[in-house]
């Protein structure tokens, strides 16, 4: 049974930095799809940025380009979102979401149905 636990969320003013992570339990990073998604209140759930295991490469929202990095460590296997120059409306719950039985995250990669495990949320509030 795959679990995911995310951390590394916190309170920070605008143009601060966290590091969020996500423990995988019962999953090798060895292939699939893995994304990072958040949901601020009143809004619906969106993806931000997703991960191809086996190649490494990386998708983003344009909102986020250029100040968030995804990465992965298979030993442990972690997934990373490095977030800087925050904005306020970065303040969200982020998920993280796996999908180990696809090839790749591919154009889809911001669609929920298409991820199979979720973690519980990591809180990220910014402060102007």
């Known amino acids: 049974q795959v679990q995911l636990m995310e951390s590394g969320g916190g309170s920070v003013q605008a143009g601060g930095s966290l590091r969020l992570s996500c423990a995988a339990s019962?999953?090798?990073?060895?292939?699939?799809?893995m994304g990072w998604f958040r949901q601020a209140p009143g809004k619906e759930r969106e993806g931000v940025a997703a991960i191809d295991l086996a190649s490494g490469s990386t998708y983003y929202i344009d909102s986020v380009k250029g100040r968030f990095t995804i990465s992965q460590d298979n030993a442990p296997n972690t997934l990373y979102l490095q977030m800087n120059s925050l904005k306020p409306e970065d303040s969200a719950m982020y998920y993280c979401?796996?999908?180990?039985?696809?090839?790749?995250?591919?154009?889809?990669?911001?669609?929920?149905?298409?991820?199979?495990?979720w973690g519980q949320g990591t809180q990220v509030t910014v402060s102007s």
């Open positions: 979401a796996a999908d180990p039985g696809r090839d790749y995250c591919g154009l889809s990669y911001r669609r929920q149905d298409e991820y199979v495990y």
């Open positions: 019962g999953y090798t990073f060895k292939s699939g799809c």
